[in-house]
């Protein structure tokens, strides 16, 4: 079964310093790993994927992630953080391996960036 | 182009009504999957529909269904609404099913009260 988590249910981050929101997962094959963002009573927007490739992965807005196959793990950072980044952050996970399944997705963390 | 476009975007229904929302993905997208979004249960996984089938379906009770269309427009339904039912419902659509990690994009969701 796949899963995954975030250990973090908030990450409070001054502006201008780097912000990490960490995410681990679990599947049997090679993951789907995505990121998204949610903004108050807003929908989910799409920041970065990892398929395959790059263990380095560069998305919307200046975001980054890192694919760390060994620590199964999806965190995804920022160098210089905004206060307009301030959301709620979804990791997901699909098991690649598979012709069904769904995304899962993490319960969230919610990022404050103080100015 | 367009994004996800899901209607209506506000609805209260009472206890034992059925309710209809539905969603008009991004253009040329086939595969449509809806999710319940909620503060204690986070985000689940409803139902994906690509090439109007079901193609995967998550824990859910029966009451929740959906059908796809040939324009790849998407209805869901909740039948003898509960109180527990009220969360924002989401719909995300894709070029093809998740199985083939595409990134999947949402809507701004359906905010759906039973009182």
């Known amino acids: 079964a796949q899963s995954v988590a975030q250990p973090e249910d908030q990450v409070n981050v001054a502006e201008g310093n780097p912000l990490t929101v960490k995410c681990t997962y679990s599947?049997?094959?090679?993951?789907?790993l995505f990121w998204y963002v949610q903004y108050p009573n807003r929908g989910l927007q799409f920041l970065l994927k990892y398929i395959t490739g790059d263990n380095l992965v560069k998305g919307s807005y200046g975001f980054e992630a890192e694919f760390n196959k060994s620590q199964t793990s999806f965190h995804l950072k920022k160098p210089s953080a905004l206060v307009s980044d301030s959301a709620l952050y979804f990791c997901a996970v699909r098991d690649g391996g598979g012709s069904q399944g769904n995304l899962i997705f993490g319960k969230g963390t919610k990022l404050s960036v103080k100015p | 182009k367009a994004g996800v476009t899901q209607t209506p975007r506000y609805l209260i229904k009472t206890r034992g009504q059925q309710v209809t929302l539905s969603c008009s993905p991004i253009?040329?997208?086939?595969?449509v999957s809806w999710y319940q979004q909620t503060p204690g249960q986070g985000l689940q996984f409803l139902f994906e529909?690509?090439?109007?089938?079901?193609?995967n379906k998550g824990n859910f009770p029966g009451r929740f269904s959906g059908r796809q269309f040939s324009n790849s427009r998407s209805e869901m339904n909740v039948s003898t609404l509960e109180l527990g039912d009220s969360a924002l419902y989401l719909c995300a659509s894709s070029l093809s099913a998740i199985s083939s990690g595409n990134t999947i994009y949402f809507g701004e969701g359906s905010w759906l009260t039973v009182v």
């Open positions: 599947v049997s094959g090679n993951p789907y």
């Open positions: 253009s040329g997208h086939r595969s």
């Open positions: 529909y690509f090439s109007e089938t079901q193609r």
